[in-house]
């Protein structure tokens, strides 16, 4: 009987994927639409997508991907399918140069009145033509209160030699090359080669105290009190503070980075009604400020902030001082002016 | 003559190297940190908010779904590539064939990503579980088909000649007597489908479609917004679930080992 036991196997196989494709389309509900929705992972609290989905008798799927540049490339060789899409705004730009996206219909989107004007002031897309504002992050210092004496909120604390190696940077270059641009007193989208130039200056001596340029494990690092003091983003600061209260957030008074990932919606979308519906939710000021907790960035709609918990509403690494936030900006796509960036990175990181 | 040391601290080192990582990996998962940095208590935390992640059994079911799949299409195809390529080994044809099935195991993978999905989107075909399938089996094959090449170059045809001798037709002969010989390398090579199925991820980035998210690209995303020790859990899950299957699978070769040896001496 041993002799069957191959072609059994194979046929049982056979059989029991038949059966989970069978399930799979059976359990699929033909009269409901679909809304696929293309982010990053843990990026919506899945008890408002449950209500999106009652309230509109529809069903929301949600893929996620892990870079913007991945999300471009596939997009861009033809994959469709996806409806509403959260790049962040630089990669928005980009797409809405390529015609990958969809004008919105202001007329379907009637919570846009509820949209932070003051963060729309340094936006990309000012009037919202193409893209709608999700989530906001502040790039800053994080450090630890303890041992960090005489902390003062500027981009000048990577030059301290007394906290030598144990300081880590992001290893990203226009976060890095941006911060030296700020500290100098320049725009972050700078495209004046002597001004990079010095900003290189900068960074090569801010690199000689540096244990790293690290995009990852400086959570850990600080959370662990390996590092002392490290750039990072608010978001994900706050969810260290969350473990180690030593950790402080601050934003240096030189300003720098606000990055704001952006709904948008796909120029191949099928279900341009209910994505538009969905942003619409998304920006309901209730929705927005639980958004906002859980997740732990910031959904840009003023009508929300006043709902949120007081730990957020006065964190200072969230919501900045109005003259700090004046002096922010947001990374905007440099288009061929991208290779200066490049040369001076790799100057850098080879040390020269 | 006393035995060198070296032998024995070199396995040491290397075994060090090998499991260290995964064993942190395992510790890690029962920590209550969600930064692996510093130790604060054992926890199963991350294992109860795994079961409540529905989105990571979904890409759960999915992987495995498709890996079904692409190992049983691998299985046929492959086998079948092998048969031909080791009956007419010799002739232009069949050698250019071998090119043809050797070339996928050499081409970068992102490569083969992009080209799969332009050739995809070229077509016309929905991106979904059905493109995954089809992408998976293209390179699943060219494992499978060497590995059982690799089985048929010692293998003795004799066997099959003598089953058609005594009457049996070359479909019969093909069933009860070369697919049985061949048992364990068609099962080393789904094996090695079936793993390079659930591992894949760059291709598998570029041709999944909406609702067809794998194991891989949730994990790999949620490094960068979502809770590492998950992961660990996650993994931790998986590698118990493989170290018992190793174990089922060595039981079952030994007693079946042993079976065959008490026939022989009876």
């Given at each position: 009987?041993?002799?069957?036991?191959?072609?059994?196997?194979?046929?049982?196989?056979?059989?029991?994927?038949?059966?989970?494709l069978?399930?799979?389309?059976?359990?699929?509900?033909k009269?409901?639409?679909v809304?696929h929705l293309?982010?990053?992972?843990?990026?919506i609290?899945?008890?408002l997508?449950?209500r999106?989905?009652?309230e509109n008798a529809?069903r929301?799927?949600i893929d996620t991907?892990?870079?913007?540049e991945a999300?471009?490339?596939?997009l861009?060789?033809?994959?469709t399918?996806y409806d509403v899409?959260t790049?962040?705004?630089?990669?928005v730009?980009?797409?809405?140069?390529?015609?990958?996206?969809r004008?919105?219909?202001?007329g379907?989107l009637?919570?846009?009145?509820?949209?932070?004007?003051e963060?729309?002031g340094?936006?990309i897309?000012?009037?919202?033509?193409y893209?709608?504002?999700?989530?906001?992050?502040n790039?800053?210092i994080?450090?630890?209160?303890?041992?960090v004496?005489?902390?003062e909120?500027?981009?000048?604390?990577?030059?301290?030699?007394?906290?030598?190696?144990?300081?880590?940077?992001?290893?990203?270059?226009?976060?890095?090359?941006?911060?030296a641009?700020?500290?100098?007193?320049?725009?972050?989208?700078?495209?004046d080669?002597?001004?990079?130039?010095?900003?290189?200056?900068?960074?090569?001596?801010?690199?000689?105290n540096l244990?790293?340029?690290?995009?990852?494990?400086?959570?850990?690092?600080?959370?662990s009190g390996?590092?002392l003091?490290?750039?990072?983003?608010?978001?994900?600061?706050?969810?260290?503070q969350?473990?180690?209260?030593?950790?402080?957030?601050?934003?240096?008074?030189e300003?720098?980075?606000?990055?704001?990932?952006d709904l948008?919606?796909?120029?191949?979308?099928?279900?341009?009604?209910?994505?538009?519906?969905?942003?619409?939710?998304?920006?309901?000021?209730?929705?927005?400020?639980e958004n906002?907790e859980?997740?732990q960035?910031?959904?840009?709609?003023?009508?929300?902030?006043?709902?949120?918990?007081?730990?957020?509403?006065?964190?200072?690494?969230?919501?900045?001082?109005?003259?700090?936030?004046?002096?922010?900006?947001?990374?905007?796509d440099?288009g061929e002016?991208?290779?200066?960036f490049?040369?001076?990175?790799?100057?850098?990181?080879?040390?020269m | 003559?006393?035995?060198?040391?070296?032998?024995?601290?070199?396995?040491?080192?290397v075994l060090?190297?090998?499991?260290?990582p995964?064993?942190i990996?395992v510790?890690?998962?029962?920590?209550?940190?969600?930064?692996?940095?510093?130790?604060?208590?054992?926890?199963l935390?991350?294992?109860?908010?795994?079961?409540?992640?529905p989105?990571?059994?979904?890409?759960?079911?999915?992987?495995?779904f498709?890996?079904?799949?692409?190992?049983?299409a691998?299985l046929v195809?492959?086998?079948?590539?092998?048969l031909a390529?080791h009956?007419f080994?010799r002739?232009?044809?069949?050698?250019f064939?071998?090119?043809?099935?050797?070339?996928?195991?050499v081409v970068?993978?992102i490569l083969?990503?992009i080209?799969l999905?332009?050739?995809?989107?070229?077509?016309g075909?929905?991106?979904?579980?059905l493109?995954?399938i089809?992408?998976?089996?293209?390179?699943?094959?060219?494992?499978?088909?060497?590995?059982?090449?690799?089985?048929?170059?010692?293998?003795?045809f004799?066997?099959?000649e003598?089953?058609?001798?005594?009457?049996?037709s070359?479909?019969?002969?093909?069933?009860?007597?070369?697919?049985?010989?061949?048992?364990?390398?068609l099962?080393?090579?789904?094996?090695?489908?079936?793993?390079?199925?659930v591992?894949?991820?760059?291709?598998?980035?570029?041709?999944?479609?909406p609702?067809?998210?794998?194991?891989?690209?949730?994990?790999y995303?949620?490094?960068?917004?979502?809770a590492?020790?998950?992961?660990?859990?996650?993994?931790?899950?998986l590698?118990?679930l493989?170290f018992?299957?190793v174990?089922i699978?060595q039981?079952?070769?030994?007693?079946?080992?042993?079976?065959?040896?008490?026939?022989?001496?009876?």
């Open positions: 009987m041993k002799i069957h036991a191959v072609p059994r196997f194979l046929l049982a196989a056979a059989v029991v994927a038949a059966g989970l069978a399930g799979q389309c059976g359990g699929r509900k009269e409901r639409p809304l293309y982010t990053w992972s843990d990026y609290k899945p008890e997508v449950s999106f989905e009652t529809c929301v799927v991907f892990d870079s913007n999300m471009y490339a596939k861009k060789a033809g994959a399918g899409i790049p962040t705004s630089y990669m730009s980009l797409m809405r140069s390529q015609g990958m996206l004008t919105l219909d202001h379907l009637p919570n846009l009145s509820h949209v932070d004007p963060y729309l340094i936006a897309d000012r009037a919202m033509a893209s709608v504002p999700y989530m906001l992050t790039t800053g994080a450090y630890l209160k303890s041992k004496g005489n902390f909120p500027t981009w000048g604390m990577f030059g301290r030699s007394d906290l030598k190696g144990r300081m880590v940077m992001l290893n990203d270059m226009r976060e890095t090359i941006g911060a641009l700020k500290f100098l007193g320049y725009s972050l989208n700078s495209t080669p002597a001004e990079l130039a010095r900003a290189k200056d900068v960074v090569l001596g801010w690199k000689a244990a790293k340029f690290e995009n990852e494990q400086y959570k850990n690092g600080i959370a390996e590092f003091l490290v750039h990072g983003y608010s978001g994900d600061i706050l969810q260290v969350a473990e180690n209260q030593d950790i402080a957030f601050a934003m240096p008074r300003g720098g980075v606000i990055s704001c990932d948008v919606i796909a120029r191949s979308a099928r279900e341009v009604r209910l994505a538009h519906a969905f942003i619409n939710f998304l920006h309901d000021p209730a929705v927005a400020a906002t859980f997740i960035f910031l959904c840009p709609n003023k009508d929300s902030y006043g709902m949120l918990d007081p730990s957020i509403r006065e964190n200072p690494g969230i919501f900045l001082a109005p003259e700090i936030r004046a002096k922010c900006e947001v990374l905007a440099l002016k991208n290779t200066l490049v040369e001076v990175w790799d100057e850098i990181k080879s040390g | 003559m006393r035995r060198s040391r070296f032998p024995f601290i070199m396995t040491g080192v060090v190297f090998f499991y260290l995964i064993l990996l510790v890690d998962s029962f920590n209550s940190s969600r930064f692996g940095g510093a130790w604060r208590g054992f926890s935390r991350w294992y109860a908010r795994l079961f409540r992640e989105a990571i059994w979904e890409s759960a079911r999915n992987t495995l498709i890996a079904l799949l692409v190992t049983f691998s195809l492959g086998t079948t590539s092998a390529l009956r080994s002739s232009r044809l069949q050698r064939h071998y090119t043809l099935v050797y070339t996928p195991l970068p993978e083969m990503g080209s999905l332009m050739a995809f989107v070229a077509c075909i929905r991106l979904g579980m493109t995954i089809l992408a998976h089996v293209t390179f699943c094959v060219s494992y499978v088909a060497l590995t059982v090449l690799g089985r048929l170059q010692d293998f003795d004799t066997i099959v003598a089953a058609r001798d005594l009457g049996a070359s479909w019969m002969a093909a069933r009860r007597v070369l697919l049985p010989m061949l048992a364990p390398g099962a080393a090579a789904g094996l090695i489908a079936f793993t390079l199925s591992d894949d991820f760059v291709i598998t980035f570029f041709v999944a479609g609702g067809a998210t794998t194991l891989p690209i949730r994990v995303s949620m490094i960068k917004h979502g590492t020790p998950l992961i660990n859990a996650l993994s931790t899950l590698l118990a493989t018992t299957m174990l699978s039981r079952l070769s030994e007693s079946g080992a042993l079976k065959s040896r008490t026939a022989e001496q009876t």
